[in-house]
Structures are given as structure tokens and as C-alpha cells.
């Protein structure tokens, strides 16, 4: 599965998130090219990403400071007790 991320830096969240297939690689680095471009012509400065990963929850694991606020990625990981 490829996620398209754009995040907003100075917000600390997701702007969009959007899921493709895997079989549709092309289309999702198009739709990358097409964000970003917009995004630069209208003097936006947010991060656009494609990335891939076996489901969400795994993005959620390898890139977790898209998804968590800066105190939760200030915490750490959580520890089992």
C-alpha cells in the first residue's frame, strides 16, 4: 500500500492523507507531483511524502511523528509495565 502524505510542519498534523494500491505506483507519484506543484504555486510550505508500507498501522509505527503531537513524541514510547 503507498501512502501520500502532506503535513503541515508548523501545525504538527496531517493535511491529507491518501492510500493507493500498490499497483498503482505511477499514479501516486503523479499525484505527489501534482500536490507538491500546487502547494509551491500557491507559497504553501507543507511536506509532501510517498511512502510505502504493508498497512496503516504499520506507517503509524515507522513514521509515527506524522500521527502523533510533539508532547506524545516527546513521551517516547510507551513502556509495558
Do not use: C, K, W
Amino acid at each position: 500500500m503507498l501512502f501520500l502524505i502532506e503535513y503541515d510542519r508548523s501545525r504538527g498534523s496531517i493535511v491529507q492523507l491518501r492510500r493507493f494500491d500498490d499497483t498503482l505506483q505511477e499514479v501516486a507519484a503523479d499525484a505527489r507531483l501534482r500536490l507538491e506543484l500546487d502547494l509551491n504555486r500557491q507559497g504553501i510550505e507543507h511536506e509532501v511524502v510517498l511512502l510505502d508500507a504493508p498497512s496503516e498501522e504499520a506507517l503509524r509505527r515507522t513514521h509515527g511523528r506524522y500521527f502523533e503531537t510533539v508532547a506524545e513524541l516527546a513521551r517516547g514510547p510507551a513502556t509495558n509495565p
